[in-house]
């Protein structure tokens, strides 16, 4: 008989469930057994009604302003709470920050077990992850329950139904943290550059730093150019190790990029539907960065490197800085 599978996830603001959470519903619902749900927020019932068609048996919730931000004490009990209120024998989560923080505490309260960064489920259950920073894949099974599960972007295609009413059952919780959330600080919306869900990365090499035609850097001129290409497109920006790695050696730097920022081998694995990579070397540690996106594209003066050979689908031999002017001109117009 198929196992008990809880889908847990927090509500996003506005009291909506975000992309992640959806196809980590996806992937609880591939599982074939009997399915529930558990919401975390300062408000859950908007997101009960969103998934109200789901097949969930039952939506269990915890709520209130206590729960409404992110902090392990309170996610960690209201999680512990609502898995022990289903029973569940898996429970699939996505791979958020906030969750990421407590949910390891959690299986350790509940006497379970957790892996994260999961790549793939398949009825088994069995999850597929990447270990040895991304070089080997692994296909995983356990004995042990429960077993939770945080499902990465990408993982499965997110749910989706016509939104219905549901009634959520509270779970009750015991609130004891010392942590006192008395405001946010964000960035301005033109100076974020790291955007999970836009539908293009654009990775900025070391390239871009370097001497050009006339034998001089023009480092603002490549800012000017990136900046306005992501505030055109809305796209997320990535950095090669090389281009964030001259900081640390006193040459000139790209003022907006950071470790943040960094895509490869040492950096993330981000999973957005295309990517344009400019003045990138494209070998391996790099490439490593790039697994899971699905249309790859480069700008290279160099029409060896590393891109050419096989490893994007599209490859422009051009000056990086007089294709982004162009596109850049392109995109105001459209505007």
């Known amino acids: 008989m198929p196992e008990t599978v809880l889908f847990l996830a927090h509500t996003e603001a506005g009291g909506t469930l975000g992309r992640l959470a959806l196809e980590a ?32 048996s039952r939506i269990l919730g915890v709520a209130g302003e206590a ?4 902090r392990y004490a309170t996610d960690a009990a209201a999680a512990e ?20 923080r407590c949910l390891a505490g959690v299986a350790h309260r509940v006497g379970g077990r957790i892996d994260t960064h999961v790549t793939a489920i398949a009825e088994g259950p069995r ?9 080997m894949e692994a296909v995983l099974e356990r004995a042990q329950r429960p077993w939770i599960i945080l499902v990465d972007g990408g993982a499965a295609t997110a749910w989706e139904d016509q939104e219905g009413t549901a009634t ?77 790695d001259l900081s640390g050696e006193g040459q000139a730097v790209l003022p907006f990029l950071s470790h943040m920022n960094q895509v490869g081998q040492t950096g993330s694995t981000p999973r957005h539907p295309k990517g344009l990579a400019t003045c990138c ?44 002017e162009r596109v850049n001109a392109l995109l105001a117009g459209r505007a």
């Open 281 to 324: 070397h494209g070998e391996e540690p790099h490439v490593v960065g790039w697994r899971f996106i699905r249309e790859r594209r480069a700008v290279n003066l160099d029409a060896n490197c590393g891109w050419a050979r096989g490893k994007a689908d599209v490859v422009y031999v051009a000056d990086a800085f007089a294709v982004m």
């Open 168 to 244: 959520f059952e509270p779970v009750p919780v015991e609130v004891a943290s010392r942590t006192l959330v008395i405001g946010r600080q964000s960035p301005r919306a033109e100076q974020q550059t790291i955007r999970p869900d836009a539908k293009l990365l654009f990775v900025a090499g070391a390239g871009w730093t370097r001497k050009q035609a006339d034998g001089k850097p023009h480092i603002d001129a490549a800012a000017r150019l990136i900046l306005g290409f992501l505030k055109g497109s809305e796209a997320s920006l990535g950095s090669s190790k090389s281009l964030v």
């Open 67 to 70: 729960f409404a931000e992110s």
């Open 81 to 100: 709470a609502i898995v022990k209120a289903a029973q569940a024998a898996i429970v699939v989560a996505p791979q958020t920050s906030r969750f990421a």
């Open 25 to 56: 519903l996806a992937a609880a619902k591939s599982l074939g057994g009997p399915l529930l749900a558990g919401l975390i927020g300062g408000d859950v019932q908007s997101a009960a009604d969103s998934i109200a068609n789901c097949g969930a």
């Open 127 to 135: 999850i597929t992850r990447w270990y040895y920073r991304q070089r």
